[in-house]
């Protein structure tokens, strides 16, 4: 789950704030006060949290209640509008039509993989990449990426000894809506690098230079993209490994004042995961609202409809509709990412581990359902000892596999049930706040 440790503490503070019979000056000062010990943790630099906790109570407690809101309902729409200006306040933009691309990174930051994310994002909005292999420095960097790109179904070019000649040969011969040009990588930002950046900038005249960086560099993350900013006019920021550290907020917040703009963000190990970012849907996310844009933007990904996706937040439950969810669902990825997008369901504490279902054990649930009667996959509660063994022996699984199948579908059915399809954020405390921040709920 991306930034798991930091949208864990935001989701506790816009929960202890909703079940606050009365807020005041004093519960304003522990909230914030917690939510300061929660952004220093995600390696968010100091002096940041200081100027965001500064701003918070400023305008809780210092500023004019706006009509029609209370003073708790301020409180959770300031502390919202205040975290997305902090991880970048506005949407990213980038073109969806021809154009060229420059990669830029140092070492180790998943620079060549997140290209070929990159390509793929564009393959799935109907465009054609192609991948220009120009970092002639890291020995396998070049048969990576063309493997990389057969993955994703691009075209490569590598035709060429020195970087700048690679990069004419494919300006000349490619016929790709999107061209993008690997770079080398670096243990720092050197002169080298500098001369061979700039002079490839000359040369392919691109419309994006974007920089990526990993996560776990943390509020370093500011300086690095600084310096790229001062060396090649970046115009937007990839943060990778989001997935697999504590200090991603750190790194969201540190690129956002550093003046680039994060474009992407890696959201996990395969081609796939990859967002455009946009900082309201994000902290969304985080705090357990949901994002239903993003779900139906992976629904379409996968090949779903809006249809798809409205079984599957209502949980329309017979062990049929089970079986057909768990399909849909796994076609948009893991389960605990399609999770964080369902309004209701992604705030919930859900067990670990619950929805990081392993692709063998759905394969036998697959079977396990087949072996049962019509009767038996449309009444889940009918099915007892005499039948579990029946239903075993036909999907040459075990006892204990078909109660375990049994337990997790009535746990996913009371937990869409609590959940209500997310229609219980329509109503209740948190409905007309969410309204005032934009969100579709």
């Known amino acids: ?96 039509g021809k154009q060229k691309i420059l990669v830029a990174g140092l070492f180790a930051s998943g620079k060549t993989t997140s290209i070929a994310k990159i390509a793929k994002w564009f393959k799935v909005r109907g465009l054609n990449p192609g991948l220009v292999a120009c970092d002639t420095h890291r020995a396998a960097a070049q048969e990576q990426l063309k493997q990389l790109a057969q993955k994703v179904g691009a075209a490569f070019y590598a035709e060429g000894k020195k970087p700048e000649d690679i990069a004419r040969n494919a300006l000349k011969n490619a016929k790709e809506d999107v061209l993008i040009f690997d770079s080398a990588g670096r243990d720092a930002l050197d002169k080298e690098l500098a ?50 550290t504590a200090k991603g907020g750190g790194s969201l917040a540190a690129t956002a004042v550093s003046g680039a703009k994060v474009k992407f963000i890696g959201t996990g190990e395969k081609i796939g995961d990859l967002e455009l970012y946009d900082p309201k849907r994000f902290v969304a996310r985080l705090i357990g609202y949901g994002d239903i844009q993003g779900l139906l933007e992976k629904a379409k990904e996968a090949g779903l409809d809006e249809s798809d996706v409205k079984k599957i937040m209502e949980g329309q439950f017979t062990m049929i509709e089970f079986q057909e969810q768990i399909k849909s669902m796994r076609k948009m990825g893991p389960l605990s990412k399609v999770a964080e997008m369902v309004p209701g369901l992604s705030g919930m504490k859900i067990p670990d581990g619950m929805l990081d279902i392993q692709e063998e054990k759905m394969t036998k649930w697959q079977y396990m359902i087949d072996s049962m009667t019509k009767d038996e996959r449309e009444n889940p509660e009918t099915i007892k000892q005499n039948r579990i063994i029946r ?48 969100l579709k709920t």
């Not at 392919?204 to 776990?216: F, G, Q, R, S, T």
């Not at 310096?227 to 490994?241: P, R, S, W």
């Open 1 to 96: 789950m991306v930034l798991k440790k930091f949208g864990d503490t935001l989701k506790g503070t816009f929960r202890k704030i909703a079940g606050m019979s009365l807020v005041d000056k004093e519960a304003v000062e522990m909230i914030v006060h917690e939510l300061q010990r929660g952004l220093i943790q995600a390696d968010v630099d100091i002096a940041m949290v200081a100027e965001l906790s500064k701003n918070i109570k400023k305008k809780v407690l210092e500023d004019k209640l706006p009509p029609g809101l209370s003073l708790k309902e301020l409180f959770i729409k300031t502390l919202y509008d205040e975290i997305v200006a902090f991880l970048g306040e506005e949407k990213a933009e980038i073109k969806i």
């Open 195 to 244: 001369r061979e950046l700039k002079e490839l900038g000359k040369i392919i005249k691109p419309d994006e230079v974007l920089l990526v960086i990993p996560a776990d560099i943390g509020q370093a993350a500011k300086k690095q993209a600084e310096e790229f900013n001062k060396l090649v006019g970046i115009t937007g920021v990839v943060v990778t490994k989001l997935d697999g």
């Open 391 to 438: 239903i075993a022996h036909g999907s040459g699984t075990s006892d204990i596999e078909v109660r375990e199948l049994l337990k997790y579908y009535k746990q996913i059915k009371k937990i869409m049930k609590l959940t209500k399809g997310g229609k219980g954020f329509k109503r209740g405390p948190f409905a007309r706040i969410a309204k005032q921040m934009g």
